[in-house]
């Protein structure tokens, strides 16, 4: 594998949970003879699935990287995850090759998962292949499903193989163009071939008639040859399937079943002959990036000549070959262990060894070019996202949009010792999904982790305790509430404490006025003929700013609030900092219960996208967690709602989301503002406050 001109297909396989996406690739693999025997997601020996948390749920969680060759063209296979939790991986994956796969399970149909990544495929518009898999099932319907992804994603698919008989095991699949039935099993990737016959399908001639038809219509030339002689050459076919998947205006759907290994010799086959080789791709799609100083816009054609450039799509921590970047090469050329930019960050890289990958095995290699995707060891400033390239020719290429994290959980180790552990290694996981954020809030002390679903978060914390050995306790988090004042108020604090010698003596007179949500905290000083002298009103306002961060309702920080020490008094010899640092602090407690105090909570700003048939019951249900509906708008057959809630009432709105829409729904939020918290719910608040502190109270005695 270390031929510039060697042809390459890089495609990434998508599909929705259960749909044998892995066992394909198992399959994939055992047919180009890359590996020995098939494994099985069931006993957790497949190639792509060998993270210790895909092997116990047999699901991906995480793209692999499968290369091997077929028919001298080198394939890039990723296998991405198929659950919604992952779905930033599955677009950073897109984001680096040239076409898709879809698998869809002969007995399941579409899935909704397959359906919302198939929105963000579309977005990229890369050509694709449908593969019908399953067919050994007993209640697989070929057909319908077939035409349920029709339906059900837009797209016109073209069957190019068919089932040869019930049994597909023994039968074998129907080659539509070659007219040729092909046989083959996971006992051995042998492949047997033999002439179709009208016995072996029944729809077989009007399955090819309507393949003509389709191909025919892809350009003139082939209309009019099909108008004069009524059919299609092989060759004209094979041209014709070609243009028409780059266009996108066909989709060849071809089927067979991966864990009997039947169907997948044609499919690498169609993999070859129709989707684009990076060349093909980059002709009609060069991709285009910017001057990170100047802005000007640049192309990459994809070209060996051209200066490096590649994107880093995924980054992993493997305990055995420490950090791995993968990258798909662009342009250029890039040697082992050669120095280069990162335009991303503004750093230089020294670079590292490069690898092929097959799954968790590596193989070495000293040089990778324009279309190439590889592994590079150790690279230390380069995140997923990033954009490498020469420094004396930087360009930076847009990073894909991640998926938000929209689930949050406060978390504490189970052991004390453990604390820097847990920090240390939710950073390194988070360098490997970008789409986790792990943060200390300050205001309520708590750890918090946020991901998109609660697969996300359960696979995080079986990786934590795997390669970093470290337990954790979740929780619901606390809603960071703040307090405030409704009107003017002002009051006296005095400090006086007499113990022989010199005593404690402060004595200040505060004004609290409320300020406009948002406006913080302001301070005055209106002594005026020396009442508190100047250099004691620094200790007022660090006396004031203290009692702040308990207020009086609930004991959460006070903001949005101006504080105006007016008068005072003091003793020359008893008075001191810490005697009125006191004093404020006291005259500050007492202006805040006459200022009738009252609570704050953290107002989100929430966009939920789902199915137009499910808006009634989406604004329903916002409605009765005190959401406010700001507007709506239309993305295709959805409907986006936007609304103001509080945080308090969505903390668990992801799986109440899932549940309504039966996973047809999402939605992103972010932080809005703070408004009054309506004293029903600020009753509530306040005796759970007072619940917390009679428990504490209980405890320590």
Known sequence: MTNASQPIRNVALIAAPGSGKTLLCE?????ANAIDTMGTTDKGNTISDFELEEIHRHHSVSASLLQFEWKGTRMNVIDTPGALD??????SCLGV???VILVVDAEDGVKSELEKIWEHMRERGV????????????????VTVIQQCCDALAINGVPLTLPAGKDVTESGIIDVIHRTVISSNKRTPKIQCRECSADDAPQFEETRRQLVENVAETNDQLVEKYLVDGDLSNEDLVEGLTFGTLEGRIIPVLCGSALHNAGTSLLLDAIHDYLPSPDDWSHTHPISGKDPHSGEILIREGHVSEPFSGTAFKTTIDPFMGRLTYVRVHSGVLQADSGFFNATQGTKEKGGHIFWALGKKFTQTRTIHAGDI???????????GDTLCEEKHQIQFASPQLIRPVMSFALEPKSTHDIDKVSVGLHKLVEEDPSLEFLRNEETKEMLISGVGQTHIDVTLEKLKRKYGVEVNLHTPKIPYKETIQRMAQAQGKYKKQTGGHGQYGDCWLQLDPLPHGSGFEFQNKIVGGAIPRNFIPAVEKGIVEAMHHGTVAEYPVVDIRVTVYDGSHHPVDSSEMAFKVAASMGFKKAMELAQPTLLEPIMLLEVTVPDDMVGTIIGDLNGRRGRIQGMSTKGHH????AITPLA?????????????AGKGSYIMEFWGYEEVPREQRMKIVAEHKKDLAEVSSSAS
Not at 374 to 384: C, S, V
Not at 639 to 642: A, D, P, R, S, Y
């Open 27 to 31: 399959a994939l693999a055992y047919t």
């Open 86 to 91: 992952f779905l930033s991986e599955v677009k």
């Open 97 to 99: 090759v040239d076409g």
């Open 127 to 142: 050509p694709c292949l449908l593969f019908i898999n399953g067919l050994d099932k007993e209640r697989a319907e070929h």
């Open 374 to 384: 590889a592994a590079i060891a150790k690279l230390k400033d380069t995140q997923t």
């Open 639 to 642: 409907q986006i709602v936007k």
């Open 649 to 661: 009432e969505i903390l668990q709105y992801a799986s109440a989301l899932t549940s309504m829409t």
